[in-house]
């Protein structure tokens, strides 16, 4: 699977394909030690529980923003990635 966010050219092939669920739907992610924010464009399906669109957020945040999701269900930005309490 393509990590999100998707270049232009593949949103475009999405929403204009109807069979394909997916839709672009900004989502917020809070560090959950300074409150800063991270917004986003992703693509998610009506299929997707709430959950599940933040995962994707998470995941691109993790994989290029230098953030931190926890086990424990916290998010951390880049500064507060890794650090202890
Ligand atoms: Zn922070």
């Not at 953030?67 to 309490?85: I, K, L, Q, V």
Request: proline share 6%; glycine share 6%.
């Amino acid at each position: 699977m393509t990590t999100q966010p998707f270049s232009p050219d593949v949103v475009n092939a999405i929403v204009r394909d109807m069979d394909d669920p997916r839709y672009p739907s900004r989502i917020t992610v809070f560090c959950d030690h300074c409150g800063v924010e991270n917004t986003g464009e992703y693509m998610v399906s009506t299929e997707m529980t709430s959950t599940e669109r933040l995962a994707v957020a998470r995941q691109h945040l993790v994989q290029n923003e230098g953030w931190e999701h926890t086990t424990d269900g916290d998010d951390f930005c880049r500064a507060h990635a890794g650090a202890p309490e």
